[in-house]
């Protein structure tokens, strides 16, 4: 479907399905160069939601609005399309993905001038950060496969990935403690459809010392009845699917080489197919440095300063969050 659009400039035909699919991509291309940039987990699913989000607003361009509102109206979008790519997490960090965001936007449109000042296209528009260029429906799939295949690439060359080898874990739940090993597996993903929370795993006699009997009863019988504070997961393995008992621990720190991290959100499943006397992390897991006890920033030492955090990220693939375990190449 076409429409003429025109301000002040002889009159455009622009194709409604064409400007919607470009923008699309573009919106998605920018949030997860936002995402990996600000050292945030991106999600294939919200970003496709939050890419879509700025898509249906490019359809502004066909009206006429003040350019106050015109102005107001891109920082509400842009605010809504980052809150939904960046999902849950703390209001600093959706603030450094947002001025990434535009940032990220600011670049863009600059090559995107530059690129029309020296190439001048009939079919090229620009205006008011939305971009509109006439191609053919073909070539258009063609342009969206090679950027998938280049946001894939850019992540998998962007991922941090964890050190091999076993760390020391400690985890707090209903007030009782217990140290076990961890290791961080990077053909494991499993989160929480609802909440995207990470889910690391461990055989309920893993955690025998801090589970109340009830949790140890459901984890072998999850049809039994949950206990308070649980959860079913579903995840899927070599062994096919099942439902995972999950909890969220009060704590859970992690040490390895005098560092020592926290995981930014975390659930526990309990799986009996886990392996033994080890708590299984995936590679969606955002870890957190805790400081040492007495520099600044340190809870024990500095009650009342803030928090500094430096961030230890295994690159997220939301899009795969049921996945407990799948072999790589």
Not at 91 to 104: P, Q, S, V
Not at 267 to 288: M, Q, T, Y
Request: net charge positive.
């Amino acid at each position: 479907m076409g429409f003429t659009a025109g301000r002040d400039v002889a009159l455009r035909v622009i194709y409604v399905d064409i400007l919607l699919a470009i923008n699309l991509a573009v919106n998605y291309l920018l949030l997860f160069a936002a995402a990996r940039l600000s050292g945030s987990a991106f999600s294939r699913l919200r970003g496709i939601l939050s890419a879509a989000v700025g898509a249906g607003y490019s359809l502004i361009l066909l009206v006429e609005v003040p350019p106050f509102w015109m102005v107001v109206s891109k920082f509400a979008v842009s605010a809504v399309m980052v809150r939904v790519a960046a999902g849950r997490g703390g209001f600093l960090r959706y603030l450094k993905m947002l001025a990434l965001f535009y940032g990220a936007g600011f670049v863009f449109a600059g090559a995107m001038t530059a690129f029309a000042l020296l190439f001048r296209p009939d079919s090229f528009f620009l205006q008011n950060g939305i971009l509109y260029y006439e191609i053919p429906p073909g070539t258009l799939v063609v342009y969206a496969c090679a950027a998938f295949a280049v946001t894939e690439l850019l992540r998998r060359l962007t991922e941090r990935s964890v050190s091999q080898g076993f760390w020391e874990a400690q985890v707090v739940f209903r007030g009782k403690s217990v140290r076990i090993k961890g290791f961080f597996d990077s053909g494991c993903c499993l989160a929480d459809p609802f909440t995207d929370a990470p889910v690391a795993v461990c055989r309920p006699e893993t955690l025998a010392e801090i589970l109340p009997p009830e949790y140890k009863k459901a984890a072998a019988d999850p049809c039994a009845g949950i206990p308070e504070g649980g959860r079913l997961v579903p995840a899927e393995s070599l062994a096919g699917s099942s439902m995972l008992l999950c909890f969220r621990p009060e704590e859970v720190s992690l040490r390895r080489s005098g560092n020592r991290y926290r995981p930014e959100e975390l659930l526990i499943g309990l799986s009996a197919g886990a392996p033994e006397d080890c708590l299984l992390f995936g590679r969606n897991v955002v870890l957190k440095e805790i400081p040492p006890a007495g520099k600044k920033g340190d809870d024990s030492g500095d009650p009342g300063g803030s928090r500094r955090e430096a961030e230890a990220v295994c690159a997220a693939s939301a899009g795969e969050r049921g996945v407990l375990h799948q072999r790589t190449g």
